[in-house]
Nanobody, 125 residues
Framework: QVQLVESGGGLVQAGGSMRLSCAAS????????MGWFRQAPGKEREFVAT????????YSADSVKGRFTISRDNAKNAVYLQMNSLKPEDTAIYYC??????????????????WGQGTQVTVSS
């Protein structure tokens, strides 16, 4: 069982930066592939980024590639999303998720086992 709690959201101007954190409970955090997803008003939840067990592999959606960076610290049971050059279209609720036992990366939100409650990110123009 894993509980996930996101933090770091808020209001930022376009072009600014923000770092989201996701704190996980449980001693087997290092066995989880982690992902970030987001859901904008009136839209379906979409994939943002994913990172492998040890952080050796990452993958990001084309819409955020080059601007967002996913990372993790297994000693702290945490995963992060560094967001730079933010745009108004990045406004959404951001969720972290955990997929137990996966080898590699996971882009499919239906395969994730645990989800956080989400944190709101608002980018003003």
């Amino acid at each position: 069982q894993v509980q996930l709690v996101e933090s770091g959201g808020g209001l930022v101007q376009a072009g600014g930066s923000m770092r989201l954190s996701c704190a996980a409970s449980g001693r087997t955090f290092s066995r989880y592939v982690m992902g970030w997803f987001r859901q904008a008003p009136g839209k379906e939840r979409e994939f943002v980024a994913t990172i492998s067990w040890r952080g050796a592999s990452t993958y990001s959606a084309d819409s955020v590639k080059g601007r967002f960076t996913i990372s993790r610290d297994n000693a702290k049971n945490a995963v992060y999303l560094q967001m730079n050059s933010l745009k108004p279209e990045d406004t959404a609720i951001y969720y972290c998720a955990a997929d137990f036992g996966r080898v590699g990366l996971q882009l499919d939100q239906n395969e994730y086992d645990y989800w956080g409650q989400g944190t709101q990110v608002t980018v003003s123009s």
